[in-house]
Nanobody, 122 residues
């Protein structure tokens, strides 16, 4: 069982930036972020494989968000720039044990964090 711990959520004004981090208790093949706003389905945000060479992004965040390996082992960071009110959601870290062509699918992940709230005010 891999445990995931997120940090870095909060309140920011539109146009601002936030950085989320996720620490895994053991190595995994891929780590990613999903988000879910009230009344909406969970949405893929970004993913990064263990080598750091393969990243994928959801269409709504391309060009604004960047996923990268963290400063510590088994961590990833999500740098979120040019934030919009529609980015408001609970952001959850996820991790998977296997290669997948599409890391935007929920089925690619075995472990999930508790989530952290990101609120963007207009």
């Amino acid at each position: 069982q891999v445990q995931l711990v997120e940090s870095g959520g909060g309140l920011v004004q539109a146009g601002g930036s936030l950085r989320l981090s996720c620490a895994a208790s053991a190595p995994t093949y891929v780590m990613g972020w999903f988000r879910q706003a009230p009344g909406k389905e969970r949405e893929f945000v970004a993913a990064l494989d263990w080598s750091g060479s393969t990243s994928q992004y959801g269409d709504s965040v391309k060009g604004r968000f960047t996923i990268s390996t963290g400063d510590s082992q088994n961590t990833v960071s999500l740098q979120m720039n040019s934030l919009k009110p529609e980015d408001t959601a609970v952001y959850s870290c996820a991790a998977g044990r296997n290669y997948r062509r599409d890391y935007g699918a929920l089925s690619a992940y075995e472990w999930w964090g508790q989530g952290t709230q990101v609120t963007v005010s207009s």
